[in-house]
T-cell receptor, first 113, second 116 residues
Framework: DGGITQSPKYLFRKEGQNVTLSCEQNLNHDAMYWYRQDPGQGLRLIYYSQIVNDFQKGDIAEGYSVSREKKESFPLTVTSAQKNPTAFYLC????????????FGPGTRLTVL | GENVEQHPSTLSVQEGDSAVIKCTYS??????FPWYKQELGKGPQLIIDIRSNVGEKKDQRIAVTLNKTAKHFSLHITETQPEDSAVYFC???????????????FGTGTRLQVTL
């Protein structure tokens, strides 16, 4: 059963702590993405990666970091430098012939206490 | 860079009526325009997309139209049903070649409510 999994579904963090969100895909997709979603706003791109060991900043990368050590995995770390981290985080991937359709995971809701 | 505007932000229709959501984009080079449906607490799912070499595309009750000259595209849902209630996002990008990741620019979303 192919797809994208994100864990955990809900995450609570104290101010000043770093936290890592997991994203795994078994679709054999090359490109992976992280988005942030706030109420009343569209999806904003944090980071994306086209291939293993390579990634680029998106529009709102400050306070976040990523790694791409395996094709299947693209974890996102929300650091203490992120001023307003409470949001819904979505991971996506692209692959296949058209190389356009983004498949999204179910999301992780991060709340900073 | 690309900028996508989406209207309306909320839309309420009665079951069986049609719903139309409109988006405009700024970059004339954009050539791929997907629409996503997001249910509460879930990730968005692609429902239909259109490329710049096509003016209209239809899939059962859903259709998308594209006007490249005016740089706007619209989602049309006919015979709406309660299960159509969700948030809908439009997006635009310059489609990359295989091996080049596309960066989608999303609209701010439309919350569609279908009432009985």
């Amino acid at each position: 059963d192919g797809g994208i999994t994100q864990s955990p579904k809900y995450l609570f963090r104290k101010e000043g702590q770093n936290v890592t969100l997991s994203c795994e895909q078994n679709l054999n997709h090359d490109a992976m993405y992280w988005y942030r979603q706030d109420p009343g706003q569209g999806l904003r791109l944090i980071y994306y990666s086209q291939i293993v060991n390579d990634f680029q900043k998106g529009d709102i990368a400050e306070g976040y970091s990523v790694s791409r050590e395996k094709k299947e995995s693209f974890p996102l770390t929300v650091t203490s430098a992120q001023k307003n981290p409470t949001a819904f985080y979505l991971c996506a991937s692209i692959g296949g012939l058209s190389y356009n359709e983004q498949f999204f995971g179910p999301g992780t809701r991060l709340t900073v206490l | 860079g690309e900028n996508v505007e989406q209207h309306p932000s909320t839309l309420s229709v009665q079951e069986g009526d049609s719903a139309v959501i409109k988006c405009t984009y700024s970059d004339s080079a954009s050539n791929y325009f997907p629409w996503y449906k997001q249910e509460l607490g879930k990730g968005p799912q692609l429902i239909i997309d259109i490329r710049s070499n096509v003016g209209e595309k239809k899939d059962q009750r859903i259709a998308v139209t594209l006007n490249k000259t005016a740089k706007h595209f619209s989602l049309h849902i006919t015979e709406t049903q309660p299960e159509d209630s969700a948030v809908y996002f439009c997006a635009a990008t310059l489609s990359g070649h295989t091996g080049t990741a596309s960066k989608l620019t999303f609209g701010t979303g439309t919350r569609l409510q279908v009432t009985l």
